[in-house]
């Protein structure tokens, strides 16, 4: 399972709790960490841009009184087909356009250096018959030897 270093998933979490609060009564403590994300660091950036958008959004739906059961919330973070798949809990429209752009996005990055990439398989014309991954040329180079 692909999975970011855990510098990268402290910097998330800790710069954007509300984002990712996961409630888990087995490890709900103090400097655990109870939030996965199933991508590689390549798209760090990319979570990053597209979490500090969503976050705005939070504090602005927060001023209006909106109670914290139902601000945004991401539930799910992982690659799909060589595509990021980035679920949120009430979610809006402004927050979805955001999403589909920064999923869209993940196409044309490297998942482990964050270059601009391609993937190995043309989703719109070709069936799966592989592992779907977005890497720069660099990288490819390492998947081929």
Known sequence: MKR???ENTFKLIETFP???FKYDPLFHEKG?????????DGWFGLLWELSEKIYIEIERMKKEGIPL?????VTQVKEK???LVFDVLNS????????????DKSLTICEICANTGKSNVDLSTEPIHS????RCSEHWEMVLV
Do not use: C, H, Q, S
């Open 4 to 6: 970011m270093n855990g």
């Open 18 to 20: 509300l984002l990712y």
């Open 32 to 40: 655990k960490i109870t939030f996965n994300f199933n991508v590689m």
């Open 69 to 73: 059961e139902r601000l945004p919330r």
């Open 81 to 83: 087909y060589g595509e």
């Open 92 to 103: 809006n429209e402004k927050i979805d356009k955001w999403v589909a752009e920064a999923e």
């Open 131 to 134: 592992w779907v991954m977005v």
